[in-house]
């Protein structure tokens, strides 16, 4: 395959504009994904919420208590990322 190298001179506010797109696309593209890369699910057990959130499950229990939502559907309980995001910005201090 051959490279093809095209000159391009752009000005200041191009350049300005292009970075912020830039950054705009790279924050939406990752912010689905855990620090270790990993896909963060809309949905998580119980165990995975703890984890998500970095604490113990002993601790996610206590949340629960106080508000965090849980969806209930046949037996099975998941919580929402959203939701989790939403009961923390809520609670803190």
Do not use: C, H
Request: charged share 25%.
């Amino acid at each position: 395959m051959n490279n093809i190298q095209i000159p391009l001179t752009l000005g200041d506010e191009t350049v300005k504009v292009l970075e912020r797109l830039i950054g705009n696309m790279l924050v939406e593209a990752t912010k689905n994904l855990d620090a270790n890369g990993n896909v963060i699910k809309s949905y998580m057990n119980k165990k995975e919420a703890a984890e998500y959130l970095n604490v113990s499950y002993q601790t996610l229990k206590k949340f629960i208590d106080n508000g965090l939502p849980v969806v209930e559907v046949s037996g099975v309980n998941m919580i929402r990322r959203v939701d989790i995001d939403t009961f923390m910005e809520a609670n803190k201090k």
